[in-house]
């Protein structure tokens, strides 16, 4: 369980720092659209929110998802931003 959960961990952040592209284009001057990375933010505060008011927090959890939530808010702020 412990293997599983640390490639799991950095499968996760793997998957948000691929928004870093996203990011470019939008600085570059072709926004993407805003659902995806705005429901991809939700989803990570969900899911890092849910893990640490567990009774026994599960870092795994919040520490995979803290990046969806800074990479969507620049994402998102970058949309309009160029």
């Known amino acids: 369980m412990r293997l599983i959960s640390i490639l799991a961990t950095i499968m996760c952040v793997l998957m948000y720092l691929s928004y870093i ?33 567990k009774k026994y927090r599960d870092w795994p959890l919040v520490i995979s ?10 994402t998102i702020i970058t949309i309009y931003v160029h």
């Open 21 to 53: 592209t996203e990011i470019q284009s939008n600085l570059a001057g072709n926004p993407v659209p805003l659902i995806q990375p705005l429901t991809m933010m939700l989803d990570a505060m969900l899911w890092a929110g849910y893990g640490w008011l």
């Open 65 to 74: 998802n803290v990046p969806g939530i800074f990479l969507g808010i620049v």
